[in-house]
């Protein structure tokens, strides 16, 4: 005797049974939709653009913010009411098909409800919730916020447990986001979004640039010491303007007996302005007791592992884009610029006063490139996508140097971090141009 014949002679009302339990596993479905879509455009929504919205007033971002920032609260809330309301749901139809179909109710009661879950309860509001993120939890934020204020209790019950079990099994290492995980996923959002077009190489140069900028060092951009143009305190002020009109830079280093003795700085416009006279001819006459170089600034000098971020700031402060480069000795490495800085994020700089340079680099042939020694392992890596060291030493030849610890010969080549390495040219102590072929995999030697 089946369930149905059992109840037919009773005064049960079969059909207010069955509508009953039919409303409730809608109510209790579309709640299910509701957690699942709100875990999902949580979860997803840009807090950055949240906060945005937030700032201009925006409520429902607010309290999407506020409930994002314990995220572990916000996934354990909705995995619990979730579960809940499944579960609630499964037993009703079991309970409804069975009294319906006997036996054979458990079966259908798994056909269907695995797939009206599936369909109306994960698939459909989590597309909706990716496709909307920030509309959708905006709008979900509503809805969940007093669902975890109710689950708070069991939820803190979960995570003791939870937590126990993890460290029980050596599990749980607790670790904060840093800045370089939040740059790493812009450059990855950023390296997805380029096929689309949203973004082109320039505008991925500029960024990654800016972003480069904390991780960076005045080592890392500085004019060596050899390719400074400086003046002679010693030499008459004849010389010195001549030097001046000769030379592309407006700051010049002045030196007093030997070049790592810098007194002073020289704008050429302040030489100039100096000895200018009221008949708008150059006066080289200087007063009694001074030397032409009296009055010009002081030098600016900054330590070599100096943070780019840091002097940029120091820049600002001082009113001033010239700074001496120096080692924890004091010794003279280099000199930097705010041009320098800015080069990294918008690219090269030039304007008319800039000389002529070779190119770093040429391509050669396929995969084989003729580069010089003093280009900047960083800007090697960025021209080409490629992964040499550039944590080892500043420049290519500084990388060969720092590997085989000598210095190398012409015609001496290198297998080193995948790549062949062979000195084209050397100028006394300086490797000044290096022939650099990707190794292929089928080559052994």
């Known amino acids: 005797m089946t369930h149905l014949e059992v ?12 509508w009953l339990n039919a409303g409730a596993i809608i109510v209790l479905i579309i709640f299910s939709a509701l957690f699942s879509g709100s875990e ?21 971002a607010q309290r999407a913010l506020k409930i994002t920032d314990d995220r572990e609260t916000l996934i354990s809330s909705v995995l619990v009411g979730n579960n809940l309301v499944n579960i609630l749901a499964t037993a009703l139809a079991t309970n409804l098909f069975t009294l319906l179909f006997g036996d054979s109710g458990v079966l259908i009661t798994t056909i269907v409800m695995t797939m009206v879950v599936l369909i109306f309860a994960e698939v459909l509001p989590k597309t909706y919730a990716i496709a909307r993120p920030e509309e959708a939890s905006q709008k979900a934020s509503r809805f969940i916020l007093p669902f975890i204020f109710i689950f708070t209790p069991i939820v803190v019950v979960i995570k003791t447990l939870v937590t126990a079990f993890l460290r029980l099994l050596g599990l749980l290492e607790p670790r904060s986001e840093s800045l370089e995980d939040v740059q790493d996923e812009i450059k990855g959002r950023i390296e997805l979004e380029i096929p689309t077009g949203m973004f082109d190489k320039e505008d991925q140069r500029r960024v990654l640039g800016a972003l480069d900028i904390s991780s960076l060092s005045v080592e890392d951009v500085m004019r060596h010491r050899s390719e400074i143009d400086m003046l002679n305190a010693d030499d008459p002020i004849e010389e010195i303007l001549a030097q001046c009109m000769t030379t592309p830079h407006s700051r010049l280093p002045v030196y007093k007996d030997e070049t790592e003795n810098i007194i002073k700085i020289a704008h050429v416009k302040d030489l100039y302005r100096n000895y200018w006279g009221q008949n708008e001819k150059i006066e080289t006459s200087t007063p009694p007791g001074e030397h032409w170089y009296t009055n010009l600034k002081e030098p600016y000098f900054v330590i070599e592992t100096t943070p780019l971020g840091i002097l940029m700031q120091e820049f600002l402060e001082k009113r001033t884009h010239f700074a001496l480069v120096v080692d924890e000795y004091g010794a003279l490495q280099g000199l930097v610029t705010l041009e320098d800085i800015i080069e990294e994020i918008v690219g090269e700089i030039e304007d008319e006063y800039d000389q002529e340079q070779s190119e770093p680099f040429k391509e050669v042939s396929q995969g084989v490139y003729l580069v010089d020694g003093a280009l900047p392992v960083r800007e090697f890596n960025k021209m080409l996508n490629l992964d040499l060291p550039d944590d080892q030493a500043v420049t290519l030849a500084g990388l060969v140097i720092n590997e085989i610890k000598y210095i190398p010969v012409k015609g001496e ?22 022939r650099i072929q990707k190794i292929a995999e089928t080559d052994n030697s």
């Open 40 to 60: 999902t455009a949580l979860t997803s929504a840009s807090r950055g653009k949240l906060k945005t919205q937030a700032e201009k007033g925006n409520k429902g």
């Open 7 to 18: 109840l037919a002679g009773t005064n049960f009302d079969l059909q207010a049974f069955i």
């Open 413 to 434: 080549n290198f297998a080193i971090f995948g790549y062949r390495f062979e000195i084209v040219d050397r100028i006394r102590n300086r490797v000044t141009q290096i």
